[in-house]
């Protein structure tokens, strides 16, 4: 069952490559990466890298652009490169978005993410900063529920991490 799965999201993400390129200007970031996805489900790592970026060049503003930045820099962490995994996140980071409590939290949520695949991949000490950083970014958020939910999970992210390594 898993292979007929994996041959049709090929052959769906085949097509949906094909039609990008042929009508490009109907194509969106969300599509972008919706074929990466597929591609890196389906172990085309180069296709999937090309759409990443595609993704992020499409990005219509920084808010999405930095979703998308995101996206690419799990990429990267799952293909055993760290290093631009972490470059590329900080680069998400870096962007100008609007100074809103969804945006905060956003940026935030980044951290936390980001503080995940530190932890998943063995580099503890780099996740203990993500999750540092993510906590001050997270006090800026103003409203009260929102921040603390964010913070829960920032110091729960630490605790599954201990967690982990006691075992």
Known sequence: MRRNYNNQRRYLANHGEFLATQIPGLTSDIDYVSLAFAFQSGGDYAKAHKFYELAVDKSPNNVLKMWNLRALARFWFVQGNAALGRKIYQDALQLEVPDTDSLRHTVADTYLLWSRLEDEHGYVDEA???RMLGQQAATRIGNSL??????????????????????
């Open 128 to 130: 203990k900063r993500a």
């Open 146 to 167: 929102m921040r603390e939910n964010i913070l829960k999970q920032l110091s729960g992210a630490t605790v599954e991490a201990a967690d982990k390594s006691d075992a």
